[in-house]
T-cell receptor, first 114, second 117 residues
Framework: DAGITQSPRHKVTETGTPVTLRCHQT?????MYWYRQDPGHGLRLIHY???????DKGEVSDGYSVSRSKTEDFLLTLESATSSQTSVYFC?????????????FGSGTQLSVL | AQTVTQSQPEMSVQEAETVTLSCTYD???????LFWYKQPPSRQMILVIR??????QNATENRFSVNFQKAAKSFSLKISDSQLGDAAMYFC??????????????FGKGTKLSVIP
């Protein structure tokens, strides 16, 4: 599992509340990613990080922010959750030498916004 | 922008038989990577196989192999001797070789594979 832990595994929240999802890795990987998975859409990249305090936007970044204050933790925050953000959220890391990288995913967080 | 299309939302196969899942993609790049990921009911995303576009030889991993047709932009997955544990959603994915897009996987919408005992 490349040492990736996501928390929480499940969360139910109300519209308008802030939510933070955590991704923790134990193997000092430089690159970390947040994806969301929705039926009929596959997985789509929200944000990614290429080092401590180095982050960039992905395909569907609106309504989300991220932070990476240390190598092992990559946090995804929904400042004011909306029902359209109900989804399964996956954290991923890149492993391997440049040109040989592979992505490994965490077990996902099921988020329901009521 | 790159797109990945999986035209078969659902497929089924008899146990021990062979099945092929289709994937096509669109890109203007000449160098890139292609992947197949498996997602069983446990929700875990599992890398099945990976292909570099500059390699002409098709990748294989045990019972899993691909048919990579670069000119046709086609990347199908063949599962031989299908087992009950192969039942899952399968996602085809594309990643650029370099540049800003090299950090992003673009996924197809998935094919749900059922294995019939």
């Amino acid at each position: 599992d490349a040492g990736i832990t996501q928390s929480p595994r499940h969360k139910v929240t109300e519209t308008g509340t802030p939510v933070t999802l955590r991704c923790h890795q134990t193997e000092n990987h430089r690159y970390m990613y947040w994806y969301r998975q929705d039926p009929g859409h596959g997985l789509r990249l929200i944000h990614y990080s290429y080092g401590v305090k180095d982050t960039d936007k992905g395909e569907v970044s609106d309504g989300y922010s991220v932070s990476r204050s240390k190598t092992e933790d990559f946090l995804l925050t929904l400042e004011s959750a909306t029902s359209s953000q109900t989804s399964v959220y996956f954290c991923a890391i890149s492993e391997g030498e440049q040109g040989q990288e592979k992505l490994f995913f965490g077990s996902g967080t099921q988020l329901s916004v009521l | 922008a790159q797109t990945v299309t999986q035209s078969q939302p659902e497929m089924s196969v008899q146990e021990a038989e062979t099945v092929t899942l289709s994937c096509t993609y669109d890109t203007s790049e000449s160098d890139y990577y292609l992947f197949w990921y498996k997602q069983p009911p446990s929700r875990q995303m599992i890398l099945v196989i990976r292909q570099e576009a500059y390699k002409q030889q098709n990748a294989t991993e045990n019972r899993f192999s691909v048919n990579f047709q670069k000119a046709a932009k086609s990347f199908s997955l063949k599962i031989s001797d299908s087992q009950l544990g192969d039942a899952a959603m399968y996602f085809c994915a594309y990643r650029a070789y370099s540049g800003a897009g090299s950090y992003q996987l673009t996924f197809g919408k998935g094919t749900k594979l059922s294995v019939i005992p």
